[in-house]
């Protein structure tokens, strides 16, 4: 693997220095931040994730705040999702796309006020896609990056290791759903949501000097719980089917090809950004679609470059973006774009590895683990 | 230092696998794209550099390419710097700025017709910025990311090595000037450019499967040269006063506090966005600026966050924001934005550095290396 140059410009979050003391073994870079992807291995981290629970530093999901008496309209604009009928404190993943339907981000969306929002981005400048748009239509919003640091609590154990730091009423919040907790005295928005299948919170931190008393919080109370550090795990990821933008879907997919098309409501969003280009597909169905991949024979590598898909006939059948081994499934998965004539669930194809050439078969996201 | 996990979301190179089998030793990210940072080692590199010649795999330079009847007036909208005077085949350093004025990126602008533009981005999403505003403005422009993949030529024998793959006729060139070149058949853009101060050039190939050929053919005809892969050098930049988007400069700054005030023409550059911002900055000056520091003492580490700037009275002076140490210089090197009160050229004050506080001068850009 090769090393990381930290400077500056890969900028470090109110956890880096906890982070580093745990001896943290690898980040990759999101949001121009941090993102730790390797605490022990990828395969103890996941085993662990499942188990119990851990503590993300995942502040590379920065907030961009849209406040003002147009901040509901130009959120609109950005999404051919239908807005009208959100509700205060309730979270939305909204997919972004260009003028042609391009996957610009796919955050989740989280209405503050009527006229504020915070955007939790993935790994694209939402803020200058946002500014150019409101500096276009002359909106009258104020768009900023506030300086909020995500603090995640993921795994089975999360509901009991929240209960202890913020009290029971934690338990109470639902899915997508979120709360102004205490700590400390401040008031901190805690929401029912996390980048893992195995159940959790992220905890908006607004005042950073609270970042290293909560992250030490979390680990006194989890001591009991087998608490540990921990960041988005490829492995459990790709079997709960979470996809990654810039990895599972670009600029090159619309939503549908994401299997996002529950969260377009072309019909309703009038005058959003790319609904006219998204018209027909929402009618007529993409022409590929995001897949899972069985792929047969010994443990893969990473997925650095998209390996293509092929045919029994030699045709092109679309391509695997993310792959890993899974130690529940004992099979190699991965996620990929296939193209409508293979996508049929049991489908056979061919998956080019660094490898070699592997069998593989077409199947549904999530993955079923026992 | 940390591991780098790599994935298909940090986009690899049509050069990645050639600088693999060189054995590059770190990257940064930069633009979701892998940048070489070390290929021996940093001060090796930075001796290597500026006695030989070095090929950069500067990929992740993307351009963005805007096209159509509005294009020139889409690019002068984002920067104010004058471009009615720009002529064809010629590189503009162009601030861009928000409408506050503040630094959203510092790209090179090659005018390759007049309705043809690329812009050779730093660090940030220009793409969104530039769509965003083509979208609110109804410009008839087309925004694009073409697969260019640039391969920098960097060091003292770079004329007598790209004379060799390109011919005679590259020595013709001048400086922030471009030419249409042949390799193998192919016309390729070449320009008189690079990040760092030791001359040389920048290759915009078009077509990926000429990347390994070329990169070979640079190789083998600079085997005499000794030639080496390198990548930007942190220490040759910092003495060479080339700022990093990200590291010295961001959205806080204005591109006057950046030392960029001679590329704003905010008299002639009416309805470019953020000149009305910066109209009482250009009569006024900034009330900081950026300057080089000596920083007394054993050899710094790198620098991450930010290093406080002091006065002897203990008022707040400024911050550094990249250091090193020169081997050329022996001392300590910074580059760093520094309150008016303290700007003078000589100036005492104390430097917050990870190994403790350090006294340090303020000085001119670029250092003076004998």
Redesign the interface.
């Known amino acids: 693997?090769?090393?990381?140059?930290?400077?500056?410009?890969?900028r470090?979050t109110p956890y880096t220095n906890r982070l580093?003391a745990a001896g943290?073994?690898?980040?990759?870079?999101y949001n121009?931040m941090l993102l730790p992807?390797?605490i022990d291995d990828v395969e103890f981290d996941y085993h662990h994730l499942k188990k119990h629970v851990q503590v993300w530093d995942v502040s590379c999901e920065r907030q961009i705040e849209v406040r003002g008496p147009d901040a509901e309209k130009l959120v609109q604009l950005m999404t051919p999702r239908d807005l009208s009928k959100a509700q205060i404190d309730q979270c939305f993943y909204i997919p972004i796309v260009?003028?042609s339907g391009g996957m610009?981000n796919d955050p989740v969306a989280i209405k503050l006020a009527d006229d504020r929002f915070w955007i939790s981005i993935a790994?694209?400048?939402?803020m200058?896609?946002?500014?150019?748009?409101?500096?276009?239509?002359r909106h009258e919003v104020a768009i900023t990056e506030p300086d909020v640091n995500i603090l995640g609590v993921q795994g089975p154990k999360s509901d009991d290791l929240m209960a202890r730091v913020f009290g029971e009423q934690v338990r109470t919040i639902r899915f997508f759903r979120g709360a102004w907790l205490y700590f400390e005295g401040q008031s901190i928005y805690v929401a029912r949501s996390g980048y893992s299948k195995q159940g959790g919170f992220e905890i908006y931190l607004e005042d950073r000097t609270l970042a290293e008393p909560l992250w030490d919080a979390l680990f006194a109370e989890g001591a009991g719980m087998q608490v540990r550090p921990g960041g988005p795990n490829?492995i459990e990821r790709i079997e709960g089917g979470l996809l990654?933008?810039?990895?599972d879907m670009t600029r090159e997919n619309t939503p549908f090809e994401c299997g996002l098309g529950r969260f377009c409501d072309v019909e309703a969003s009038i005058g959003s950004?790319g609904r006219n280009a998204l018209m027909r597909e929402a009618q007529n169905g993409p022409v590929r679609v995001v897949r899972g991949l069985n792929i047969e024979g010994e443990p893969v590598p990473?997925?650095?470059?998209?390996w293509p898909v092929t045919a029994d006939n030699g045709e092109w059948a679309g391509q695997v973006?993310?792959a890993a081994f899974s130690p529940d499934l004992q099979t190699n998965i991965g996620i990929g774009m296939i193209e409508r004539d293979y996508w049929q669930i049991g489908q056979s194809v061919w998956v080019e590895t660094p490898a070699g050439a592997r069998r593989a078969t077409v199947g549904d996201l999530p993955f079923t683990v026992p």
Chains 1, 2 share one sequence.
């Open positions: 693997m090769a090393q990381l140059s930290i400077s500056r410009r890969l470090g580093e943290v073994k690898a980040y990759t870079v121009h992807t390797v260009d003028e610009l790994d694209s400048d939402v200058l896609w946002a500014k150019g748009l409101a500096y276009g239509f490829l990654s933008y810039g990895n950004v990473g997925c650095r470059d998209p973006t993310s």
